[in-house]
Each structure stands twice: as C-alpha cells, then as structure tokens.
C-alpha cells in the first residue's frame, strides 16, 4: 500500500494494445532484423520464452513449427526471442531437429543478450524472474500497432489453437468490419458493431437483412461463413504478397 504523498517508483513503461511496436535491430538465427519494418504489410507472432534447452519451450517451438504453413497462410510470420545467444539457440534448434518428433526450426530467434528488447516489451516480469523472460506473445498488424498481448508463466505452455483463433479474429474483424463475440471460431454468427448515434441504432433494431439476430439495439448477431472468411482473407493476403 502507498500513501497519495509517497514518492512512487516510476513504472517502466511498456507498449499495451493500440500502439505502435517498439523498433528494434537484433540478431537471430536467420541473420540480423530491423523489427517491426522488415514485416511492413504482415502480421507478425512476436513471442518470447524463459530458456533454451527446457521442456515446455521445446514443446511450445514444435507446435510452432507445425503451424508456420497455416500462419503463413494467413499472412503471420513468427518471431521468437530469448535472452540467450546465438550459439545457445543454434545448438537448441539443432537438437530439436534430431529429436523424435522434433522439427526443423525455420522461423528467427532474436539473440537478446543484454535484455533491452524484453524489457522494452514488457516481457521481464521482475517477481516472476528478473533474467528470463515470461511466456510473452505480442500480435502485431501489418501497419506495426499491437493488437493483442498475452502472458503465460514459465510453467504453462501457450495454447496454440487460441493464438490462431486470434489471428484469425483480429482479421476477420478488420476485413468485415465487424465484432467478435465470446469463444467464437470461424462459421459462427459475428456481432454488428455497437451503434454510434441514434439513426444507426434505429437502423439496426429494425433491420430485416437476412440472418441477423437483433437482440437489444446494442447487440446483433449476424451469419458469417468460414468459406467467405477464407476466401476474403487468403486472397486479400496473396494480393498483399504480391505488392512485395
Ligand atoms: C520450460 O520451458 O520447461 C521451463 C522454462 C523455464 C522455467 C520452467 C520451465
């Protein structure tokens, strides 16, 4: 507890949905990054882990691994960071390429030696460790604004269908201009944004459009088919490609 009249410690700031990623230059496993501009048009799953050589974070880059075909689907690359170096990394991914049912780890490793870009993100719970990092994963957009933060201990693997849930969401959301409702995955009903004035209200209590499900002036449902989703995500994100 403090009193109004204490000296507080300062906080130390860290970037929270909204804003802009912080920029940062790193080496990885696959060479140096300028980051978040060398992803500029893409969304990025920029992750951190405690340590390398450790159960749950070799088991967590596995599934990464496994799902790198079907983010790269939708236009998501993968970067991870730890604070470890380069070699610790190398030797790491290539144990977990011999490994049964291991993987061949093709997405960078950001060598965070000296914790700057952990602590710049937040990602350094002092309680928890003051030298590893948590289980960190920022969901950044192609224009470099965070849209999503979540934080796992070191104990508890992320879960992976979630992660894609939210990619998926966050983009279903900006290509259809809608909202998405609890526990909601790809086919079910999605929600008309809240009205901002009266007429908009008026028009969604009473609209008859196909499908929609008015329950109150501030909250309707209405249908949503995976295959449009797909079809408008996957082609909105080859164009996207292209421009490259
Ligand atoms: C793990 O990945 O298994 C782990 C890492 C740090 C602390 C505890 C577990």
């Not at 860290?14 to 501009?37: K, R, V």
């Not at 719970?125 to 470099?144: E, K």
């Amino acid at each position: 507890m403090f009193d109004i009249c204490d000296e507080v410690e300062p906080v130390p700031t860290m970037p929270l949905i909204g804003d802009m990623a912080p920029e940062f230059n790193a080496q990885t496993t696959n060479g140096p990054i300028h980051f978040p501009n060398d992803y500029a048009g893409k969304w990025i799953i920029f992750f951190s882990h405690p340590s390398d050589f450790t159960p749950v974070c070799t088991s967590e880059f596995i599934r990464f691994q496994e799902l790198l075909s079907q983010f790269k689907e939708m236009n998501t690359d993968l970067v991870a960071l730890s604070i470890g170096a380069i070699p610790s990394h190398l030797a790491w991914i290539h144990a977990i390429s011999e490994m049964d049912g291991g993987a061949n780890i093709t997405f960078p490793i950001i060598a965070d030696m000296d914790a700057n870009i952990a602590r710049a993100y937040g990602m350094i719970h002092d309680s928890a460790s003051d030298t590893h990092a948590v289980r960190a994963v920022f969901i950044i957009d192609p224009r470099g604004i965070i849209r999503t933060i979540l934080y796992y201990p070191a104990v508890l693997g992320r879960n992976f269908t979630e992660i894609m849930r939210i990619v998926v969401a966050l983009q279903t959301a900006d290509a259809f201009g809608v909202a998405i409702p609890a526990d909601w995955v790809p086919g079910e009903h999605v929600l008309i944004s809240a009205p901002q004035t009266t007429r908009e209200m008026d028009r969604q209590q009473n609209t008859k459009a196909r499908g929609v499900d008015s329950r109150a002036w501030f909250l309707s449902y209405k249908p949503l088919s995976s295959e449009a989703i797909y079809e408008r995500l996957t082609k909105k994100n080859k164009g996207n490609k292209k421009q490259k």
